[in-house]
């Protein structure tokens, strides 16, 4: 399974941006897709979580309100939607992918594919 993470980019804070990940194979629809990311510096860390089947949906506090996780089923793509953004959101943002959904959802070993990351910057 390769993961393919695209939609970074340099953006004002206030301003809005769309993450894609495309799945190299077809998604199981019990499987979990989510994005984590990681400021310089820091620790990798949730940010949002989807079961492909639609049936949950999960976010981080700094993110909830603001990011949406989404998905095309044919497309074997998720989304994720960020609006009113922040410099605190500056960061290079990875997709996941695991088999069967987890309550540990928002921690990343518990993931067993990434993408390669994309990196969002947003400029105070």
């Known amino acids: 399974v390769q993961l393919q993470a695209s939609g970074g980019g340099l953006v004002q804070a206030g301003g809005s941006l769309r993450l894609s990940c495309a799945a190299s194979v077809r998604i199981d629809s019990n499987y979990a897709m989510a994005w984590f990311r990681q400021a310089p510096g820091k620790e990798r860390e949730f940010a949002a979580a989807?079961?492909?089947?639609?049936?949950?949906?999960v976010y981080a506090d700094s993110v909830k309100g603001r990011f949406t996780i989404s998905r095309d089923y044919a497309k074997n793509t998720v989304y994720l939607q960020m609006n009113t953004l922040k410099p605190e959101d500056t960061a290079v943002y990875y997709c996941?992918?695991?088999?069967?959904?987890?309550?540990?959802?928002?921690?990343?070993?518990?993931?067993?594919?990434w993408g390669q990351g994309t990196l969002v910057t947003v400029s105070s």
């Open positions: 996941a992918q695991r088999t069967g959904w987890t309550v540990r959802f928002d921690q990343p070993f518990e993931y067993d594919y």
């Open positions: 989807m079961r492909w089947n639609g049936a949950r949906t």
